[in-house]
């Protein structure tokens, strides 16, 4: 009976678990309400779908959490740590001071602890300046008081020695217990953007760690010993060593695992996911069975970052959005929203607030609550309607052709949409599709990947891109998955404009299963 | 009038339009410009009418690769080290600083200059857009030298210039600039406020704000915000080209631009029609079906759809919804000698120049 998957999705609304059988197919599930302290919200929903299930604890082989734990650090600027930020780049990049974008207040919850020494590379990996080891190091000891580091130096995604020369330094200065956070391993070309992403994992290690323990007492409290794995924002999983060093990776772990869920219930490997929760709903796109990536710099707590992020549109519309009927008589839905009171104000409920549920049990298309409330039907059909045109204008933007698509519905909220959708082959609600996240999170694979500048000057397009699969396939199988399961997912290649000698910049990402 | 940083904001945004889909990230530039203002003080920008016609004024530009120049930031003193050779040079320090483009990174950038220098910069460039190269400047159009000119590096390298023609010029300094890492910070173009008036392109920096502010406050149509927004600049009245979705974006590298092509599928009033936007960097022409409806030097800009927001050659991306803006140029950018410099027949586009507005 060995190889049962657990599968747990933390969201700000609520705990979604499932467990998947040997054949990873759905055998239990449950949403309960998220709690204060994370880990019992945890127990609550590992029990009833343990209880369900009828397994055996010693049955489950590995377990994933998805949560949005970090993202709700940044967003309220609490439990971040204090970060010693040191560039590698002067005498160039001096006039860009670091954290000179960021909000005063999430600037100073991270400490305003800068410097900008000496070092750094040119494109083609020439040294821009020499490092200087001893001012590496009076500046770590000047940051004895911090509680971790970010370093970023200019060109490291294409050299990335220097770096690796103050980890060491950091090493002997403060011991190995300081986390480190080196900027070729979280972002790419574009040095701010990367170093606010590096700093803002740097920042986060300590409520990674926090959430790492809850979910790891958790199954400690119920003798449950699998091998345990965080969700990630490209929709494949980390270990929780790995997560615990990059917690900046699950910040859009949500979003990308209800995609894959939703992949893997309907079948379908390209389309378009609506996940409707509670408050808002996430339009995504599923290439070859994953989130499309966003192509352009993501805004994280008003901050730009340039790490891999799902493409999403949020739509400020859900099951508990309230309804409101303007003086005009035109209907809005959203994006005030009654969230997780629901069931005490919803007018099905006996509450007094009309909300998006409302509509859908005086239409008589789902059976809710404990009354059918008494809205006026032309209110029912505007307010529909009004639903409809936004989800359907949402849908028409993440596709990638006139074409009709699949479009696959997941979520709690799901009975929200339309059947009809315009643009769509077919509207798919899977079986278990209200909890698609908690299925992704446990159905997914392990992946590696590089993001490089090579010069064409000294070697072939197919040698760099070569090198740049097998860096990849490498990284995917160091991260856990299977040697002969690994499969590159996805190749970006950039002309890089001006540059001498055809440099070209590689994006390779490979992606493998675990081991049942 | 003095610029701050909440008036970089807008001319960042602004000079994004302008860049036409080119020119850099003016992000980075209005980050450099916002620390040195912070640092220095506000800028005070000057229409070139209130320049004396003996001022001495010396254009800055940010030049190279823009994905070096979102990595390698400049230090701070480079551009003050070309900007001071060439004042030695003369035998004089400079009254003014002008932009060499208001489309892109080199639209911001400037103001830190002026911010650092301690003098006032001129509401005006040479390119009335972003252009790729040195020799695309109305100063060379009418007759200004670019030398004496100096680019110089973050380590204090710097390089005197003194070349035949202009065209010289931008052939020596982008092997300089390749040398020095792949960005480099040039002074050129030394002018007398009379070749200022004569030659630039007047209120652009004016123009990039007034665009910027359009479309951060759009409220509905962001072109019909633009077109009111910039009623009393020298360029025609800004117009939709044409409305869709992107099928297409083709890319390649050629002698070290990036050049391609993305194609519309026409949505709504444009069903049934499809537009091609050729790109070198920059856009440099849109055609619906076979027929040119805009050509460099006018502005082809691509803007979100939804969002109003200018979208970059390097962003464009299959499925996009995509309105396409075009502005005529100001005469002076379209004269015979000026088409002779940047028509599109020089960017390789077999046709002649059709005014936008025709």
């Known amino acids: ?516 | 009038m003095k610029i701050g940083p909440a008036a970089l904001e807008d001319i960042a945004l602004g000079a994004t339009v302008l860049g036409t889909g080119g020119g850099g990230d003016p992000h980075v530039g209005k980050l450099v410009a916002r620390q040195a203002i912070e640092e220095c003080g506000h800028v005070k920008m000057l229409q070139p009418s209130e320049l004396d016609d003996d001022a001495f004024v010396l254009v800055s530009a940010q030049m190279g690769a823009p994905t070096v120049a979102v990595e390698k930031l400049p230090g701070g003193p480079e551009p003050i080290s070309s900007v001071e050779r060439v004042e030695a040079e003369f035998g004089r320090a400079a009254d003014a600083i002008m932009p060499m483009e208001c489309g892109g990174i080199n639209s911001t950038f400037p103001f830190a200059v002026a911010a650092r220098k301690g003098i006032p910069l001129v509401d005006a460039d040479g390119m009335g857009r972003a252009f790729p190269e040195l020799q695309h400047e109305t100063f060379n159009v009418y007759g200004v030298s670019g030398t004496p000119a100096a680019v110089s590096d973050e380590h204090g390298n710097t390089c005197l210039l003194d070349t035949n023609d202009n065209e010289q010029l931008e052939w020596l300094a982008r092997g300089v600039t390749i040398r020095m890492g792949g960005v480099a910070y040039v002074t050129d173009y030394p002018m007398s406020g009379t070749e200022v008036k004569e030659t630039a392109i007047p209120g652009t920096m004016t123009l990039a704000r007034s665009i910027g502010r359009a479309v951060q406050t759009a409220d509905g149509s962001t072109v019909a915000a633009i077109r009111e927004a910039t009623h009393d600049s020298i360029y025609g009245t800004p117009q939709s080209l044409f409305e869709g979705k992107i099928v297409d974006v083709k890319r390649r590298t050629e002698g070290g631009f990036v050049v391609g092509s993305v194609m519309v599928d026409g949505l709504d009033s444009d069903d049934d029609r499809t537009m091609e936007v050729k790109f070198q960097n920059e856009n440099l022409g849109a055609r619906i079906d076979d027929k040119w409806v805009a050509t460099v030097p006018d502005l082809i800009t691509i803007l979100d759809r939804e969002t109003g927001d200018p979208i970059r050659t390097e962003a464009l991306r299959y499925g996009g919804r995509v309105e396409v803006l075009g502005i005529p140029t100001p005469e002076i950018m379209r004269t015979d000698a000026a088409l002779g410099v940047w028509g599109p027949k020089t960017f390789g586009i077999d046709t002649q120049f059709v005014p936008l507005e025709q």
């Open chain 1, 1 to 516: 009976m060995n190889g049962h998957r657990l599968g747990v999705d933390v969201g700000g609304t609520n705990t979604d678990a499932v467990i998947l059988d040997e054949k990873d197919d759905p055998i239990a599930k449950t949403k309960t309400p998220t709690t204060e302290n994370i880990s019992s919200g945890i127990l609550d929903a590992v029990d009833e779908v343990i209880d369900q299930s009828g397994v055996s604890v010693g049955d489950l082989t590995y377990v994933m959490l998805g949560t949005t734990h970090a993202t709700n650090a940044i967003t309220e600027r609490r439990g971040l740590n204090e970060v010693g930020m040191i560039r590698l780049g002067a005498p160039a990049t001096e006039s860009i001071r670091p954290l000179l974008e960021w909000p005063d207040d999430l600037a100073a919850a991270i400490g305003n602890n800068t410097a900008i020494l000496d070092g750094g590379h040119e494109f083609d990996g020439r040294q821009l300046n020499e490092f200087d080891e001893e001012q590496v190091r009076d500046c770590v000891r000047s940051f004895d008081h911090v509680d971790a580091f970010a370093v970023a130096s200019v060109f490291s995604p294409v050299r990335d020695d220097h770096e690796q020369r103050v980890l060491k330094i950091i090493r002997e200065e403060v011991g190995p217990d300081v986390p480190v956070s080196l900027s070729s391993e979280i972002g790419s070309v574009g040095i701010l953007e990367r170093e606010n992403a590096t700093a803002m994992n740097a920042a986060l290690t300590s409520v990674a760690a926090e959430a790492a323990n809850a979910f790891i007492e958790a199954m400690d409290e119920r003798d449950i010993d699998a091998q345990l794995f965080f969700g990630q924002n490209d929709g494949t999983l980390m270990a929780v060593d790995y997560a615990l060093e990059y917690p900046i990776f699950t910040v859009a772990s949500g979003p990308s695992n209800s995609v894959r869920g939703a992949a893997y219930l309907s079948g379908i490997e390209n389309g378009i996911i609506v996940d409707v929760g509670g408050t808002t709903t996430d339009i995504g796109a599923l290439t070859d069975g994953f989130p499309r990536e966003s192509s352009v710099a993501v805004e994280i707590g008003d901050v730009k970052t340039n790490f891999r992020m799902p493409d999403l549109i949020a739509l400020g519309i859900g099951g508990g959005s309230i309804v409101e009927q303007r003086d005009d008589e035109s209907v809005t839905v959203g994006p005030e929203s009654v969230g997780y009171r629901l069931t005490d104000e919803a007018l099905c409920f006996g509450g007094s607030k009309l909300t998006a549920t409302d509509l859908e049990a005086a239409a008589g298309t789902v059976d809710i609550g404990e009354t059918t409330p008494d809205v006026d039907g032309d209110t029912v059909s505007a307010a529909r309607e009004y639903i409809r045109t936004k989800i359907e204008r949402a849908v028409d933007r993440m596709k990638t052709s006139p074409e009709p698509v699949p479009v696959i519905v997941v979520g709690g909220g799901s009975i929200l949409v339309p059947d009809d959708l315009e643009g769509a082959t077919q509207v798919y609600k899977p079986d278990h599709y209200e909890v698609a996240n908690a299925v992704g999170v446990a159905i997914a694979q392990v992946s590696g990947e590089i993001d490089r500048i090579y010069s064409l000057d000294d070697q072939s397009r197919d040698e760099a891109m070569d090198d740049a699969k097998s860096e990849a396939i490498g990284n995917a199988i160091e991260a856990g998955s299977a040697e002969d399961s690994v499969e590159i997912i996805d190749i970006e290649e950039v002309p890089l404009s001006y540059l001498p000698g055809n440099a070209v910049r590689i994006k390779v990402k490979a992606a493998g299963d675990l081991d049942h």
